[in-house]
């Protein structure tokens, strides 16, 4: 086991927590899950097999099968938190204010004093959740993008109330798992990814509503410029270049008359049941329903496209800042002194 091994007790392991807690084994951490659901162990370890073949394609059934068999089923929430090992405790239960303000004030009673709570949470600040502990610096978000064992970011985002200390310690907890944490300094709703994903939803659901591209046409658009751009630069460095050598000032003082008038145009659709029933027909024209081989087929191109990106945000940072080298291994990249998957390998 990598001697940088924590001990997290996973709360809710539907989507997203089974899916962390397929990267935490990965990288060699115990996991331990307390769920409500009757079917839970069946449920993960059916999760567990499929993602971790996706994660460490290399490892061999029974190899699988033995680290599958590491997790630790919990049947009583508080006294499993109150196991003084733990250096995590992450909730990935439902989306609902009560439920975590009431979870947190009662784990904090129970739980060691040095375990940080992480909560998955899509839009329920810490300052919310946290409203009834007597800390509440001990509880930070930690937004994943699904599914958190394939894609990098997590967005750290501590509440009002904050331990600059407890919110390093978890930057670079996750950093060891292999992600990108991006440290997120204000409370805002939706956080960043899902701000800017949500932006171009709305613009997309306007232009189907208005007739002026079709649904199949707008996945087209994105997926062979914007889509293939943005895995390798985001918006800044991407107009940085657009502006050729003038960067970024040029393209905004040059173009930005232009920028203006489009974002005058843009729409702001209402989600009424007309709107929702006409993207939702023209979606189900184009792909059919939705497969379970589709999920697995998404998870495995990311995989690829992953692959690419991962080199070319080496050469980015080559060019621009002389950093610590990455150490590639067959199918998972860690950074210098973070935890090892190979450490994981029963
Ligand atoms: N699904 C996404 O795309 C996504 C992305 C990022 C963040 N999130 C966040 O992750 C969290 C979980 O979302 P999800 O999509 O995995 O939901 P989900 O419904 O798939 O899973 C929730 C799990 O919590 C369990 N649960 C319900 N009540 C519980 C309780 N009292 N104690 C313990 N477990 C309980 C359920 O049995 C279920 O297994 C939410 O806060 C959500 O906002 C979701």
Same mark, same amino acid.
């Given at each position: 086991m990598a001697d940088k091994?924590?001990?997290?007790?996973?709360?809710? !392991? &539907?989507?997203? &927590?089974? #899916?962390?807690?397929a990267l935490f084994l990965a990288?060699?951490? #115990?996991?331990?899950?307390?769920?409500?659901?009757? =079917? +839970?162990q069946d449920f993960v370890h059916d999760e567990l097999q499929l993602m971790l073949?996706? $994660? $460490?394609p290399e490892l061999s059934d029974s190899r699988r099968n033995v680290l599958v068999g590491r997790v630790m089923y919990e049947l009583r929430l508080e006294e499993a938190a109150a196991n003084p090992t733990l250096s $995590?405790?992450?909730?990935?239960? *439902?989306?609902?204010?009560?439920y975590k303000q009431t979870l947190w004030a009662n784990i904090e009673k129970v739980a060691p004093k040095e375990?940080?709570?992480?909560?998955? %949470?899509? %839009?329920?600040? !810490?300052?919310?959740q946290s409203k009834f502990m007597q800390d509440p610096t001990r509880l930070i978000v930690a937004h994943p993008f699904n599914p958190p064992h394939l894609l990098p970011l997590v967005e750290?985002? *501590?509440?009002?109330?904050?331990?600059? #200390?407890? +919110?390093?310690? $978890?930057? =670079?907890?996750?950093? &060891?798992?292999?992600?990108? *944490?991006?440290? +997120?300094?204000?409370? %805002?709703?939706?956080f960043i990814g899902n701000r800017l994903a949500f932006l171009l939803l709305r613009e997309s659901l306007h232009l189907v509503e208005q007739g002026v591209v079709s649904a199949e046409d707008i996945d087209k658009v994105v997926t062979s410029s914007l889509g293939i751009r943005w895995s390798i630069d985001g918006p800044f460095r991407s107009y940085h270049m657009g502006g050729g050598r003038g960067g970024l000032k040029h393209f905004l003082t040059h173009l930005g008359p232009a920028i203006? #008038? +489009?974002?005058?145009?843009a729409g702001t659709p209402d989600l009424s049941p007309e709107l929702i029933e006409t993207a939702a027909n023209q979606t189900h024209e184009a792909y059919g329903s939705v497969k379970d081989e589709m999920f697995e087929q998404r998870d495995r191109l990311t995989r690829e496209v992953l692959k690419m990106r991962d080199e070319t945000r080496r050469e980015h940072e080559e060019l621009t800042h002389d950093t610590k080298p990455f150490i590639f291994c067959t199918s998972i990249k860690v950074r210098e002194g973070g935890t090892s998957p190979e450490s994981a390998y029963p």
């Amino acid at each position: 086991m990598a001697d940088k091994s924590k001990n997290i007790l996973i709360i809710g !392991a &539907g989507t997203i &927590g089974a #899916s962390w807690a397929a990267l935490f084994l990965a990288f060699g951490h #115990s996991v331990h899950i307390y769920d409500i659901r009757k =079917d +839970v162990q069946d449920f993960v370890h059916d999760e567990l097999q499929l993602m971790l073949k996706t $994660l $460490l394609p290399e490892l061999s059934d029974s190899r699988r099968n033995v680290l599958v068999g590491r997790v630790m089923y919990e049947l009583r929430l508080e006294e499993a938190a109150a196991n003084p090992t733990l250096s $995590l405790i992450q909730d990935n239960g *439902p989306e609902n204010i009560e439920y975590k303000q009431t979870l947190w004030a009662n784990i904090e009673k129970v739980a060691p004093k040095e375990a940080t709570f992480i909560s998955s %949470t899509s %839009t329920i600040t !810490a300052t919310i959740q946290s409203k009834f502990m007597q800390d509440p610096t001990r509880l930070i978000v930690a937004h994943p993008f699904n599914p958190p064992h394939l894609l990098p970011l997590v967005e750290i985002v *501590p509440g009002e109330h904050r331990d600059e #200390s407890r +919110v390093e310690a $978890l930057m =670079d907890f996750f950093k &060891g798992c292999d992600r990108e *944490p991006v440290y +997120v300094r204000k409370e %805002t709703e939706g956080f960043i990814g899902n701000r800017l994903a949500f932006l171009l939803l709305r613009e997309s659901l306007h232009l189907v509503e208005q007739g002026v591209v079709s649904a199949e046409d707008i996945d087209k658009v994105v997926t062979s410029s914007l889509g293939i751009r943005w895995s390798i630069d985001g918006p800044f460095r991407s107009y940085h270049m657009g502006g050729g050598r003038g960067g970024l000032k040029h393209f905004l003082t040059h173009l930005g008359p232009a920028i203006g #008038s +489009v974002w005058k145009s843009a729409g702001t659709p209402d989600l009424s049941p007309e709107l929702i029933e006409t993207a939702a027909n023209q979606t189900h024209e184009a792909y059919g329903s939705v497969k379970d081989e589709m999920f697995e087929q998404r998870d495995r191109l990311t995989r690829e496209v992953l692959k690419m990106r991962d080199e070319t945000r080496r050469e980015h940072e080559e060019l621009t800042h002389d950093t610590k080298p990455f150490i590639f291994c067959t199918s998972i990249k860690v950074r210098e002194g973070g935890t090892s998957p190979e450490s994981a390998y029963p």
